[in-house]
Each structure stands twice: as C-alpha cells, then as structure tokens.
T-cell receptor
Framework: DGGITQSPKYLFRKEGQNVTLSCEQNLNHDAMYWYRQDPGQGLRLIYYSQIVNDFQKGDIAEGYSVSREKKESFPLTVTSAQKNPTAFYLC????????????FGPGTRLTVL | QQPVQSPQAVILREGEDAVINCSSSKALYSVHWYRQKHGEAPVFLMILLKGGEQKGHEKISASFNEKKQQSSLYLTASQLSYSGTYFCGTVGSGAGSYQLTFGKGTKLSVIP
C-alpha cells in the first residue's frame, strides 16, 4: 500500500537535545512538507521541498533543519535552538504544488521534558 | 497570511446542516479543505482552483468566490462521522507562491 509513514508516534526528549523525526513516502511524490500543530493554532509550515536536494523555509523554520537526499525521505531535526519544541509534527507529500492535494502521515507527538 | 475561519466551533444534531467559512486577505489561487479527527492526520476533502467550478460529493460540497477571496464548506444532513476539526488551506496567486497556509480550524461536533 502506498502512503506516508512517520516514526515514532510518540517521542520524549530532554531539553537541550537534538532529535530527528522520520518521514518516508512511497507515493513517488515530488513535494514534501513538514508542519507543526499546536492546540488552537492549526497547521504551520516549517519546511518544504519541491525536489531532491532542494528545500525552502516555511513560516516557522527557526530551530529546525531538514534534508532531502532521497525522493522518498524528508527527515526533520528539531534542534536545541527551538525554544518550544513540544508539539504534534505532521509530514505531508504531494505530486506537485499549488493545485495538488497533500497527503499526510500519522504524525509524531514530541514532548520535551 | 493565515486565512480566517468561522465559526470556531459548532454543535449539530444528526441530520442538521452546517456552513464553514474561510476568508483570506490576499488573492488566491486555490483553497483546500481537510478534516482532522483528534490525534489523527488531516484527511483531504476537496480542492477548489481559481476559475474552477463548485465541487462536492453527496453531502459535502464547497464553493470559492475568487473576487471576495472566500470559500465555504457545506455539510448537509450531517452524520456522526462528520465530527472533527475542519481546516481550510489557501495558496496565494502571486508568482512563485506555493505555500499552503492553513486557518486555525473549525471544530464540528455532531450529536445524536
């Protein structure tokens, strides 16, 4: 079955540690996205990538980093510079941009203690 | 800029109708609608493109008024399964604008 996988579903980390969230898709989609969701805030774009080895900052990129070495994979690193990292993180992909629907993964809930 | 959704929350009895509005301050290329149940991923409902027609299937439909930069989602004869938070996402019509910007959501609760 085609889809997007994110792992792990729940993640706990101590303050000051970097942590990497995994996102893999087998839909052969060119574009991939990372969103952060906080209660009452909707989804906010962190980073997006239109093609391998290229990515752009979204609205809240500070304290995060990404890589896109393979078409299928778009990992997100939450660095210690991110001041309030506890949130629900969603990865998505689409065949292209603008006029295409985005398919979402199940999400990773990160809690920083 | 984030689109504004209204209402923020609505409670319906099964069989009742609802309208959720999405308004933007900028010219739009497309409007996307998603539904999310608690703790789960958002699920795509439909996309409306500039110059396109009103879309829908069975009891859920949507419209897009390009001149007013507004979209509305119509849910008719609501079912318990319609409960969740509905998000609109907008893409601006400016050159090189690809980012999908989501509203804060409308929480819909359908009760028996």
């Amino acid at each position: 079955d085609g889809g997007i996988t994110q792992s792990p579903k729940y993640l706990f980390r101590k303050e000051g540690q970097n942590v990497t969230l995994s996102c893999e898709q087998n839909l052969n989609h060119d574009a991939m996205y990372w969103y952060r969701q906080d209660p009452g805030q909707g989804l906010r774009l962190i980073y997006y990538s239109q093609i391998v080895n290229d990515f752009q900052k979204g609205d809240i990129a500070e304290g995060y980093s990404v890589s896109r070495e393979k078409k299928e994979s778009f990992p997100l690193t939450v660095t210690s510079a991110q001041k309030n990292p506890t949130a629900f993180y969603l990865c998505a992909s689409s065949p292209g941009q603008s006029g295409y629907e985005q398919f979402f993964g199940p999400g990773t809930r990160l809690t920083v203690l | 800029q984030q689109p504004v959704q209204s209402p923020q929350a609505v409670i319906l009895r099964e069989g009742e109708d609802a309208v959720i509005n999405c308004s933007s301050s900028k010219a739009l290329y497309s409007v996307h609608w998603y539904r999310q149940k608690h703790g789960e991923a958002p699920v795509f409902l439909m996309i409306l493109l500039k110059g396109g027609e009103q879309k829908g299937h069975e009891k859920i439909s949507a419209s897009f008024n390009e001149k007013k930069q507004q979209s509305s989602l119509y849910l008719t004869a609501s079912q318990l399964s319609y409960s969740g938070t509905y998000f609109c996402g907008t893409v601006g019509s400016g050159a090189g604008s690809y980012q999908l910007t989501f509203g804060k959501g409308t929480k819909l609760s359908v009760i028996p």
